[in-house]
């Protein structure tokens, strides 16, 4: 009918797309462009995990499955969450999703009614506020305190208790968190934790970047005693195991609800595909040693990237403590420039080919305003390149 189509007329579609392809058009025409938009690992999937898949596929290994996953890829999450999280999770708790995207589609179908309202901390993922709406729900933006170059973000833990409303359904955490790299504190969490329960409110949790954590206490939701109570949990293979187009992610959800999402599950994509599940057997339970070369590899990387930027006038930027991403303050430099931050990105981009990602893609707030985001999951030298084009950029005018 015509109001779906209006639905789906309003949705965004992938964040920074007309930067790619303006950067795919300057690629053509011969410029060496930097590509700090980028969402994914520069990395091959490790050798172990592909060969597993050839095998499976050789073996002929690919017809539909459970619609659920295979059970030997739900007790391997299962283990492995339980062994790292010192969590209780049963593998009838797991949904094998086609991505994590497919797991946080299910929770947010399962709960979230229209006329809902989903509380997500500002600036966030892309998908959360799309998704709600799609559903007929209402996205309620609380922005993240920003406490300078030093501190970070932290969650507005007061704020957030203030937006609850009778209407409130869920909230939603992202943590190690996209885009500002901020990993929330075991206080915060346990505490989040506390007014979900107080409220009666879910918490639908996406920890896709949980092996991306440089410093900090990272403090998984999956860990708490009550989590079946209380939390969805959303993961995946996608960035851990450099997993991005495979699809391969996971939801876990206490069993009764889990078991009733397979019928939506079903309806769509019937299950994740064969061949791919087998793959992320093998990831978890294989050695982890390529997973940690890359996180250190990261590390260095995300040292480098604040390291040059910290040398940039006007640029005040919080050293990552997760994900691969940075998310610094341009303020002054916006307003010693007189542009906005969307005109900052294209014109960096026309003038000197490098891409970032203005905050406003992901935020409804002032903290999309004045913020870049930046990855590095790109080599160092490009890194350093790419913020030495930008500081010309900056330090000319
Ligand atoms: N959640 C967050 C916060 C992400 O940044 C991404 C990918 O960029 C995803 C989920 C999607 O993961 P997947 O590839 O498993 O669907």
């Known amino acids: 009918t015509m109001s779906i189509r209006n639905i789906i007329d309003a ?81 009838d708790e797991v949904i094998v999703t086609p991505g994590a995207k497919a797991a946080l589609f299910l929770a947010f179908a399962a709960y979230v009614k229209p006329g809902d309202e989903v509380i997500i901390p500002d600036p966030s993922y892309y ?28 969650l507005d833990l007061n704020s957030i208790e203030n937006s609850i409303t009778s209407r409130t359904r869920a909230i939603v955490v992202n943590n190690p968190h996209n885009p500002t790299g901020a990993v929330f504190s075991q206080r915060e969490m346990s505490k989040l934790l506390e007014i979900a329960m107080e409220r009666n409110i879910l918490v639908i949790v996406d920890e896709i970047y949980d092996n991306f954590v440089y410093d900090g206490d990272f403090k998984s939701f999956i860990s708490f005693n009550n989590w079946r109570d209380y939390v969805v949990y959303a993961n995946g293979f996608s960035k851990t195991f450099s997993m991005t187009g495979w699809r391969l992610g996971y939801l876990v959800v206490r069993k009764e609800v ?63 403590k997760g994900t691969f991403y940075v998310y610094p303050n341009i303020e002054k430099v916006l307003k010693k420039m007189g542009i906005d931050v969307e005109t900052f990105a294209n014109r960096l981009l026309d003038e000197k080919h490098v891409v970032v990602l203005p905050g406003t893609l992901f935020s409804e707030t002032e903290l999309g305003k004045t913020f870049i985001r930046l990855s590095f999951a790109l080599g160092e030298e490009l890194i350093a390149e790419g913020i030495k084009r930008l500081r010309e950029f900056v330090e000319r005018l």
């Not at 998908?127 to 932290?154: H, N, Q, R, S």
């Not at 999402?261 to 599940?277: E, G, H, P, R, Y």
């Open 127 to 154: 998908m959360y506020p799309e998704i709600t709406k799609f559903l007929g729900g209402k996205p309620v933006y609380v922005p993240l305190k920003w406490m300078g170059g030093d501190k970070g973000f932290e």
């Open 258 to 320: 889990a078991s009733k999402l397979t019928k939506l599950a079903v309806n769509i994509w019937t299950c994740a595909t064969s061949f791919v599940q087998k793959a992320g057997v093998k990831a978890l339970k294989n050695s982890w040693d390529s997973v940690r070369e890359m996180i250190e590899t990261f590390k260095r990387r995300r040292d480098v990237m604040v390291n040059e930027l910290r040398k940039v006038s006007g640029v005040e930027v919080f050293k990552s």
């Open 11 to 91: 949705l965004r579609g992938e964040t920074g797309f007309i930067y790619t392809a303006k950067a795919r058009e300057l690629s053509k025409k011969g410029f060496k462009v930097i590509n700090f938009g980028v969402g994914q690992p520069d990395f091959p999937t490790p050798k172990h995990i592909v060969e597993e898949a050839k095998n499976a596929l050789d073996k002929g290994f690919t017809g539909y499955t459970d619609v659920a996953g295979i059970p030997e890829l739900r007790q391997a999450i299962a283990d492995y969450l339980n062994e790292r999280y010192n969590s209780d999770v049963k593998a």
